[in-house]
Every structure is written in structure tokens, then in C-alpha cells.
């Protein structure tokens, strides 16, 4: 069993900044890549930005040079510094990882979910 739990979304005006975190916990030996996805309301969802275990990390277009993805030390936590926002930015945004037990892969799991609102 393996639990994600993503915090710091909420409202800013566009130009603003926000920071979401995302926790890891549970059964895991090592988690390889994580990411975070944004779905908007009447879309599909997006993969907005990844980053390997190894620290390489890419972007949506859309993103790119307004976002950063980053690891913690402990590589269970993953987070996504936001800045310069768009109200296009809107959406609820999940954190997902592959996770690995002792036995191998054992999934790539996702967050709840966490509102990101940004008006103009």
C-alpha cells in the first residue's frame, strides 16, 4: 500500500506564486520517477513536469521557465515551485510516482489531488 498526499494549492492572483508538496509513505523500497499532472475542468490530464531519481527534469511547453520540479533528500517527497501564474493554470494538480518494493515495480500511484486556482 502506497499513499501520496500533495498540499499547498489554493487561490492566487496570476503573477503569483504557490509551492505543492507531495509525501510519499508506505510500502516502498525506492521510487525511480515522479511527476506531477494537472487535469482542468473539461480537459484531459496533462503531465506538467517530471523528474527521474537522478534529477533530470522536463516540462510542458507551457510551463517551462515559470516552473520548477524538485526532489527531497529523502527522494519520497516531490515538489513543484510555481511562479508567474496563469489563470491557465487552473486545475486540480496530482503528484504520481513509480514505486518500487524489494520484489520489483510495484506501481505508479497517484494523489488526491490539490486545487490550484489563479484569477486574473
Known amino acids: 500500500q502506497v499513499q501520496l498526499v500533495e498540499s499547498g494549492g489554493g487561490s492566487v492572483q496570476a503573477g503569483g506564486s504557490l509551492r505543492l508538496s507531495c509525501a510519499a509513505s508506505g510500502i516502498i523500497f525506492s521510487i525511480d520517477s515522479m511527476g506531477w499532472h494537472r487535469q482542468a475542468a473539461g480537459k484531459q490530464r496533462e503531465l506538467v513536469a517530471h523528474i527521474t531519481r537522478g534529477g533530470s527534469t522536463s516540462y510542458v511547453d507551457s510551463v517551462k521557465g515559470r516552473f520548477t520540479i524538485s526532489r527531497g533528500t529523502a527522494k519520497n517527497t516531490v515538489y513543484l515551485q510555481m511562479d508567474s501564474l496563469k489563470p491557465e493554470d487552473t486545475a486540480v494538480y496530482y503528484c504520481?510516482?513509480?514505486?518500487?518494493?524489494?520484489?520489483?515495480?510495484?506501481?505508479?500511484?497517484w494523489g488526491q489531488g490539490t486545487q490550484v486556482t489563479v484569477s486574473s
Open positions: 504520481a510516482a513509480d514505486v518500487y518494493t524489494v520484489a520489483g515495480r510495484s506501481g505508479y500511484y
